[in-house]
């Protein structure tokens, strides 16, 4: 097989529930190997993910497809504000007719933060998930996710972070606020998708770092004790919230294993 085939990604635009969706595809050296679906955090898009897709599919061998949801990157600009159920409605509407769109019927799906909640959810109630593969997932929200978030939008009203994520974002201020006030509601704490999980059947690999400040090692803990299908647990010293960039070298070689054992 040529080495090379993932090199250089695909743009796409497809239309999913009436929106736009910026969308980049790696061919993979093995066209037979599952597709692995690539999930942003609550801030992510396609350039955020930086390198990593590239690194992922050329470790894994595997076709892969990364894009930016409503609201985010090049997408559609986000024109009203999100529900509380907002990660619902991605995981039971926009990537069902995304997948279709793209012909992919049963794909490895790689969910940051928010794209974790998304892929539990997706799993949960749809069963065609070959397998997770799970960063900083959320199933329940803690006090310490709720800090940080609101740390983010002092951030954001006080620092540079609007210009840091103009690179990222077509309307950097409505991609924040959609995800930042949501989270701040007070209904929101109400908000849990631990019911999902007893209907996952599919392998998980779920990893963590400890000194993520968004969450604790309390939402893996739940995944492993209520998941059906057989989870693998990866706890990240030296880590933060996002541990394909604090930790890439684990984080690969650990999804690298995960997926040859499929």
């Known amino acids: 097989m040529d080495k090379k085939r993932s090199v250089t990604p695909k743009p796409e635009s497809v239309t999913v529930c009436g929106h736009r969706l910026e969308v980049e595809r790696y061919a993979g050296r093995d066209a037979a190997a599952p597709t692995v679906v690539?999930?942003?955090?609550?801030?992510g898009s396609v350039s955020m993910w930086r390198d990593f897709p590239k690194r992922l599919c050329d470790a894994t061998g595997c076709?892969?497809?990364?894009?930016s949801r409503y609201g985010y990157g090049k997408s559609d600009v986000l024109q009203a504000p999100?529900?509380?159920r907002y990660m619902h409605d991605e995981a039971l509407e926009a990537l069902p007719e995304l997948l279709?769109?793209?012909?992919?019927?049963?794909?490895?799906?790689?969910?940051?933060?928010?794209g974790g909640s998304i892929a539990i959810v997706h799993a949960g109630a749809f069963g065609r998930a070959r397998a997770l593969i799970l960063e900083a997932p959320?199933?329940?929200?803690?006090d310490i996710c709720v800090k940080s978030i609101a740390?983010?939008?002092?951030a954001f009203a006080t620092t540079d972070l609007p210009a840091r994520l103009a690179r990222h974002h077509a309307n950097p201020e409505k991609s924040f606020l959609g995800w930042n006030d949501v989270w701040l509601l007070p209904e929101f704490r109400a908000w849990?998708?631990?019911?999902?999980?007893?209907r996952i059947e599919c392998p998980v690999l779920a990893i963590q770092g400890r000194?993520?400040?968004?969450?604790?090692?309390?939402?893996?803990?739940?995944?492993?004790r209520q998941v059906k299908g057989a989870v693998e647990l990866l706890k990240l010293d030296r880590c933060g919230h996002s541990p394909h960039r604090d930790q890439p070298a684990a984080v690969l070689e650990a999804v690298r294993e995960f997926v040859a054992a499929l």
């Not at 690539?38 to 801030?43: D, M, P, V």
């Not at 279709?100 to 928010?114: A, Q, T, W, Y």
């Not at 959320?138 to 803690?142: Q, S």
């Open 100 to 114: 279709e769109r793209l012909e992919i019927e049963s794909p490895v799906l790689f969910g940051h933060s928010d």
């Open 151 to 154: 740390e983010a939008k002092e």
């Open 38 to 43: 690539l999930l942003h955090e609550g801030l």
């Open 211 to 224: 000194d993520d400040t968004y969450g604790t090692m309390a939402q893996l803990d739940a995944i492993e």
């Open 138 to 142: 959320h199933v329940f929200v803690e």
């Open 192 to 198: 849990n998708i631990e019911e999902y999980l007893p």
């Open 82 to 84: 999100f529900g509380v």
């Open 63 to 67: 076709p892969l497809v990364v894009f």
